[in-house]
């Protein structure tokens, strides 16, 4: 590692082993360095787990969750919004808290997420200041909102060809 100037933080490193091939008594190292297993681990604000994006998504719908309060109660103080400056609100402070990382997450079983969606339909009845009973298809469709999954698939797709259209030297 000294070879090469490289420094490792101890601190700062975890090993997260993904699959069946789990064994609690194996040893990780980097040079003399033992690092430790972990379950989980937090990176670039995201948890990352084996086979699993729970704890992720959990940390980002509480968030989302107190973002959409806490601008919600700052656009009714600041008196009667258009609909326009509350989408404005959804699309730039609460959505982005909701997809960050979707680029990445594994697997179609990641895309159910029935928090986020929850999030969305409750943020877009109090744009349109609708009753709970009025139909979800409805309202996200009178706002021109796709259901979050769609998006995340979206995001995804863009990453790939962003990938695709990459230099061979990257």
């Known amino acids: 590692l000294t070879k090469y ?11 997260v082993v993904y699959g069946p091939g789990r064994k609690e008594n194996r040893q990780y190292k980097m040079g003399s360095l033992v ?24 940390s980002m719908a509480r968030k989302a969750s107190k973002a959409m309060s806490w601008s919600w109660n700052l656009l009714m103080r600041l008196g009667a919004p258009t609909v ?17 990382g979707a ?10 997420w029935k928090e986020a969606d929850a999030l969305q339909r409750k943020m ?8 709970r009973t009025m139909p979800n298809e409805v309202v996200l469709g009178e706002l021109g ?3 979050l999954q769609a998006r995340r698939v ?16 990257r």
């Open 35 to 58: 690092i430790p297993l972990k379950e989980d681990y937090k990176y670039l604000g995201m948890i990352i787990q084996n086979a699993s994006w729970t704890k992720t998504k959990e």
């Open 154 to 169: 979206l995001l995804r797709l863009f990453f790939w060809a962003k990938l695709t259209k990459m230099d061979d030297g």
């Open 103 to 112: 680029e990445i997450w594994p697997g179609e079983n990641s895309q159910q």
């Open 84 to 100: 326009r400056a509350m989408v404005s609100v959804w699309t730039a402070l609460v959505r982005p808290l909701l997809e960050y």
């Open 145 to 147: 909102w796709p259901v």
């Open 124 to 131: 877009a009845k109090r744009i349109l200041d609708c009753r």
């Open 5 to 15: 100037r490289l420094q490792i933080n101890h601190n700062k490193s975890a090993v």
